[in-house]
């Protein structure tokens, strides 16, 4: 089973950037559709950005345009750059596959808190 490292949280203040990264290993993490999910507290998990294996992406309508998701298939690694936080982005940000057939145990996943 693929094992996923997220980092790259923080602290930030509404309208500034922060980028993370996930890690994986295996063929499945670099065949599969990667997503970026989100739990804030109180919330369900809510899937907010995905990038196939070929590089084609979509976002949830609260991130476009704010968020780029991208993948190094050489380096097992998928990125999330956000930009013009919110702190409606407050939350704990996760990385796994977005079939559920590949999905691997749920990472640690990275604090990303946004003052106003």
């Known amino acids: 089973q693929v094992q996923l490292v997220e980092s790259g949280g923080g602290l930030v203040q509404a309208g500034g950037s922060l980028r993370l990264s996930c890690v994986g290993s295996?063929?499945?993490?670099?065949?599969?559709?990667m997503g970026w999910y989100r739990q804030a507290p109180g919330k369900q998990r809510e899937l907010v950005a995905s990038i196939s294996s070929g590089g084609s992406t979509n976002y949830v309508d609260s991130v476009k345009g704010r968020f780029t998701i991208s993948r190094d298939n050489v380096k097992n690694t998928v990125y999330l750059q956000m930009n013009s936080l919110k702190p409606e982005d407050t939350a704990v940000y996760y990385c796994?596959?977005?079939?559920?057939?590949?999905?691997?145990?749920w990472g640690q996943g990275t604090q990303v808190t946004v003052s106003s």
């Open positions: 796994n596959a977005v079939v559920v057939g590949f999905r691997s145990d």
């Open positions: 295996g063929t499945i993490f670099r065949i599969s559709t």
